[in-house]
């Protein structure tokens, strides 16, 4: 058991998904006397950790990304020449401010918040077909959402119910309205598929039967 090391006892990873092995490089990358030798060094460590870590490409400023990194896994304390400003330590220890959530209720949660915002667009229009079409389609959307959270349908009489508390009796539609199918706010098509039911059945009995005489 004698010269085992265990993660406990190591020192801790600055970022861990880089691994220990890119922590230790770094960390003789520092011990390095020679300057132009430490930069071809530093250079050489960044390539690993971008194959590493591929899916930094795809974030802004790839490589300066990288960069940081190499400094934040040395603490701050390798003297290389960087292509990017070097980050500060002191910005990382600010820890960053609380992200503010929307505030305000929402009266039918199925139907969302944004919905709401485009009712309120719909009762500024003036009477006439625009405001119309606006509505039926607004109509629409409400049953299609009501449908994508509910597992129960839902009859055309209640959303044109929910439309009008929702727009505070601003968007009324006349109760015989119909509006779109479940299937067609689906994106659905009816199937009809053969099944082998009883006639199949019979069918097939009175064959075999046939084939007795």
Known sequence: MEGMEYNTQLEKMIIPEYGRNIQNMIE???????????????????????????????????????WDHLFIISKFDLDVDSPYPKPNAESFKDKPETLKYPSG???????????????????????????????????????KSYLNWNKDSITDDVVLKNLKELSDGALVMDENTVLSSHQELRGTKKHFHKHKGKGHQHHKHKNNNNRKF
Request: with cysteine; charged share 35%.
């Open 105 to 143: 209720k929402i009266k039918y949660k199925h139907y969302g918040k944004t919905i709401e915002e485009i009712i309120k667009k719909a009762k500024e229009l003036p009477e006439g077909p625009e405001r119309a079409e606006l509505t039926r389609q607004i109509a629409n959307h409400l049953k």
């Open 28 to 66: 003789y990358c520092k011990t390095i006397k020679e300057r132009e030798e430490r930069n071809i060094c530093a250079k050489a460590i960044i390539q690993v950790m971008g194959q590493l870590n591929p899916h930094l490409r795809d974030v802004a400023d790839y490589n300066h990304k990288l």
